[in-house]
């Protein structure tokens, strides 16, 4: 069965960047959907960036667009998320999950990670 686990999260200060892994296993990369959520002390989860096989490019959503870069490394089956230009509004507990197969219609949710703690200090 698939698993996934993050890494690289921590504490930022105002304007650094951090890049967050996520290591597939169990994977079918021919068909799949995986996407970066996260969720904020006293909000709901939300979709940050999703990438899927069937795609061309990743999707963003705007609060996050131009600092975000979202990126698999298929020999090393593992998932990224570089985060630039972090704001204290980024701070949240970030996962990975993912879909395979998948055919990228919708936020995979099949599969999740642990979840991993990204603090930005204003």
């Known amino acids: 069965e698939v698993q996934l686990v993050e890494s690289g999260g921590g504490l930022v200060q105002t304007g650094g960047s951090l890049r967050l892994s996520c290591a597939v296993s169990?994977?079918?990369?021919?068909?799949?959907?995986i996407a970066w959520f996260r969720q904020a002390p006293g909000k709901e989860r939300e979709g940050v960036s999703c990438?899927?096989?069937?795609?061309?490019?990743?999707f963003y959503i705007d609060s996050v667009k131009g600092r975000f870069t979202m990126s698999l490394d298929n020999a090393k089956k593992t998932v990224y998320l570089q985060m630039n230009s972090l704001q204290p509004e980024d701070t949240a507990v970030y996962y990975c999950?993912?879909?395979?197969?998948?055919?990228?219609?919708?936020?995979?949710?099949?599969?999740w990670g642990q979840g991993i703690q990204v603090t930005v200090s204003s």
């Open positions: 999950a993912a879909d395979t197969p998948s055919y990228g219609r919708s936020w995979p949710s099949d599969y």
């Open positions: 169990g994977f079918t990369f021919d068909s799949y959907s």
């Open positions: 990438i899927s096989s069937h795609d061309d490019s990743p």
